[in-house]
């Protein structure tokens, strides 16, 4: 018993539809034959204007609901203007599935159209890349594509289909292969070693979660580990959304983004347990020093695992990992809070002294006559529901919300140690179709607000509902206050340009505001927010001073004072 497919396509499509795939996003090139086999099966296509935003609009989606996402491109150029959204992907571990056309086997080294070494150009990029050669070959490579985009680990693979391929009937003659069955574990158990060895006499601990454990703490078992520990607890920016952040052990964003009472913590601890993080350089460089002491690691994909530290690497799941060593150090009361209570009291005391430090920030932020960053973060917060999520950049002002407790609480979306221009303003757009029913909000500076402003608009009849909260400060304030920093004339080297925020694509599912009073801000916040449950897109412009920049990027000293 066997089955019969038109083309390539229509296998294909059928493959992602029995293993779950309801959404795809896209730009595909002249076969449009993929779309006809989409709409056979009622299988959503999001249409892109950019192929590099259809990558991260997917990135978004894997990164927001854990499942794979689709991109689907055509050949040439728009594989390799994806490349950037396939990179972000790869740091970020996001399980995407690129469906790319390819030149005919037959016309191969002939000067096709549009003929390229198209693997060549994406396999550092991806876990896998395959050019389907054979017609029988289409099915197991798909199913080969989804395994090893689901990892572990989880990343995006690349799957072209030649012309002459995609276009000719497929017959599967046999069952259709499936994706293999996850091993469930019998124990918790951990083997004594160095690493629980580490965790055991550590009486100043730091527990650091990174973006690998997005989806594995739904229980909160992390948040658990650092209470039995008595640990402070940082996440990295990518780690964010991965701990409840209302824990009052959670401390902020680890390393360039630490408010200064957090590296003080830093400073003073005697071990770091990393969980499923890279630990990049923003992480382990900016403000204070990483300290010298042990740091246990633990990765499931030994690429993430760093021989720059000392201390034990523990190759394994995180999640695996951690409730193994909760369970051995139950009843040991050499670990755990009442064994390092002078470590407590200064974790509370960090924590206040950040909350005060807001305290004044707003302060000194109302007695000015412009809106400012903190003021507009607070705006965010006190008007968002329960079930939200922040979408980041990481420009210079927009970096205010990675620096605790100067953010929106909620979920997180943030870009890798990549950060891509733009990634956060289109990934938006896949978290909202992921989160249907929470409130999405883009926070992001006018750069990448441009970047992205064709596919916002093209896409907001498709996604039901994004708030764009736009920092204008003309252009890219990062390269701006370098260029300050070295003394360079701002006449020739001009990365910005004060004025009027960018034009915004107008429609009936766009509503566009300017915002400059902060007497108004909240009023302007809320009917926005409303705006976007009613299912369409609202833009707010906030012009934004140059000097208005978060404290620990001053205080790191990367910016001139």
Known sequence: MGERYADAWSAIVDVLVANEVDTCF???????E?????????????PC??????????????MQSGRLAVCALGKGPAVTHAATGLLEARESGAPVLVLAAGVAERRRGSGGFQEFDQI???TPLVQWAHRVGHPDRVVPATVTALTRALGPPAGPVYLEIPDDVRATEIVVARPRPTRPEPLALDSLSVTPGPALAAI????RPLVLVGGGMRHHNDDGMVERFAEHLGAALFTTASGRGAVDERNPLFCGVAGLYAAAPARELWSSCDLVVSLAGRLEETVAEGGTPWPPVPVVQVNVDPGGLSAEFPGPRVLGDARHAVLGWSRALEGDPKSGPAAAKGWADEIAAARKAMSLEVEEELARAAALPEIRIAELLAALDATGGERRILVQENGLQDMWSYCFPFHAGGGSIAPSEQTPLGFGAAAAIGVKLAAPYHEVTAFVGDGAFVAARADIAAAAPAHG???YVVLCNGGYGWLDTQRARLGLDAGRHSFVRLGQPPPVVDGPDIRCR???DKCTLTEEVLAARRFCAQGGTAVLMVPVAPDDIAPPIRDAEVVPQ
Do not use: K
């Open 26 to 32: 896209g730009l595909p090139g002249d076969d449009l």
């Open 34 to 46: 993929l779309l006809r086999a989409l709409d056979a099966v009622g299988l959503f296509l999001v």
């Open 49 to 62: 204007r950019d192929q590099r935003n259809a990558m991260y609009m997917a990135t978004g989606y894997a």
């Open 200 to 203: 055991r006499t550590s009486s």
């Open 465 to 467: 509902g994004v708030l």
């Open 120 to 122: 060549s150009v994406v």
């Open 514 to 516: 300017v915002l400059r």
